[in-house]
Every structure is written in C-alpha cells, then in structure tokens.
C-alpha cells in the first residue's frame, strides 16, 4: 500500500457504493487496511442496503438514507465491540453494500433430457426452458451463508447453482401436478408458478427470494412428436382406413424408386 492510499483511507469521511456493474450483488466497501472515524457519513442509495461487520459476525443493517455512524445508530456493532461508554474511534469494521433490485431475465434450461411418466405415453423425455427473477430478502443470512470474506459477489457466482436446483425441481413439479404430456403447453403458468414456491424455499437459507419465474417452453423429441402426430391421423381418419391410406403411400413411394 502506498503513502498516497494510506492517507486517504486514513480521511475516509463517506462511506458509499457508486454502482458500476449491473450485476454486482454485494461489494465490500475498501478501507485500505485503515479505520472508520466517529461522524464519517454513510449514504445508502435506493436499491442497496449498507451491512456492517465486526469480529466475523454481522451487526447492524441500514436501509436507503444518509447516516451519521455513532453509538446511537450502531447499536449491535457497539455490543460485539464491547462499547460500554460510547462510541469508540476510530473502529474497524466491514461494510458490505448489498444490492435489492430484481436480477431479472436469468436463464435456466435441461441440458439433458428429463424423463417423466404420463398416462398415455408412458416414459417420455421432455426438454424444457425457461427465465427467473431473483433479489435479497434476508441480507444478514446472505452475509452468513454466501459472501464470507469475499470483497464482491456477482450474481452468476449463484445463478450456476440456481439453475441447477430449477432442473432438478423441474421433473418434482411435473410429478405432483399430474398433467398429460399433451396438456402441458396449456398449463405453463402453473408450472412457472410451483417452481418458483420450489426455488423460494430453497433459496430462503441464502437469504434471497425468487421473485418471478417463467417456463418458456416444455419440448419433446422428434420421434416422440412423430408418434403423436400418427396417433392424431389415425384418430382423425380411423385406423383401417389410415393403414389402407399408409400402404397407398408406400406404394406410391416405391413405384416411384423404381421408375427412376
């Protein structure tokens, strides 16, 4: 560390996060090894909360506003330092800025094929993808269980993890919900809708909530929509006349391949 950084972070008297990444969940605001000062201001803009963090546990949470930091406003900070008569200063501390706006458009997909039972198809491989929304709902539980000692926190550090518990959710939903493979473009917002409560609980110990998920598209393999197709026709048509309809073709087709 140079004189030049020594100096300023020895005269930090705002403490504050200029977001610059879109994608940035949480930064760590830098301190250059040095201390926070009694009456430094803290500014929170919308759309961030400010976590302090003393001795590896986390203390007080601040919401958008400016903030004088003191005894008075730093109440279980003061507790872990042990401030029996007031604010001492300086203090170290970590303050992390944690970002509340919805990540939204996230994509998730089945890289493989995930089979379901139906009624009518019996096994079927189905592809399936989709989009989601997540944001912070329980900030401290975020600190504790994800960001560590990390100085920032992208949101794809998470969204590889969350992909993988939509996935692996996907296949529970089609289970419990009983619908036909047939039916399935019908019910998409059903589906969106228990796999979000699915991904809620499982996310809720990381402190972070999905807010909106979507099932853009369920999909079958092409001889499986092949299959279907011919049970469509011979419903249609009726199945004797459709053999008789099938053997013409052939026929047709054959006759043809001879004649060239």
């Known amino acids: ?29 830098p301190r250059y090894q040095n201390e926070i000062k009694n009456g430094a201001k803290l500014i929170v803009r919308e759309g961030q909360l400010a976590v302090f963090v ?16 003191k005894t008075e406003n730093l109440p279980i900070l003061s507790t872990i330092l042990g401030w029996k008569y007031g604010f001492h200063s300086p203090f170290k501390a970590e303050v992390y800025f944690i970002s509340t706006r919805c990540f939204v458009n996230l994509k998730w997909g089945t890289r493989n094929p995930v089979i379901v039972r139906d009624a009518a198809l019996s096994m079927v491989r189905i592809r399936a993808f989709g989009s989601y929304v997540i944001k912070v709902q329980e900030p401290r539980a975020l600190i504790r269980e994800l960001i560590g000692t990390q100085g920032m926190f992208s949101v794809e550090t998470i969204a590889e993890q969350i992909r993988n518990l939509v ?33 809620s ?6 402190g972070l909530i999905c807010a909106q998920m979507k ?25 004797s006349d459709f053999s008789r309809f099938q053997a013409a073709m052939a026929a047709e087709a054959a006759a043809k391949n001879s004649g060239e």
């Open 167 to 199: 996935v692996s959710s996907f296949a529970d939903v089609l289970g419990e919900a009983k619908i036909p493979v047939l039916d399935l473009a019908a019910h998409y917002d059903e589906i969106s809708q228990r796999l979000q409560t699915k991904i």
């Open 215 to 239: 099932v853009e598209n369920i999909s079958l393999p092409e001889e499986t929509e092949r299959a279907i197709d011919k049970r469509a026709a011979m419903s249609a048509v009726g199945e």
């Open 201 to 206: 609980d499982a996310v809720k110990s990381y």
């Open 54 to 69: 003393a001795n590896g546990k986390v203390a007080d949470v601040f919401f958008p506003g400016m903030y004088e930091l």
């Open 1 to 29: 560390m140079g004189i030049l950084d020594k100096l300023k972070g020895e005269f930090i008297d705002i403490v504050e996060w200029i977001e610059n990444a879109p994608d940035i969940l949480v930064w760590r605001f």
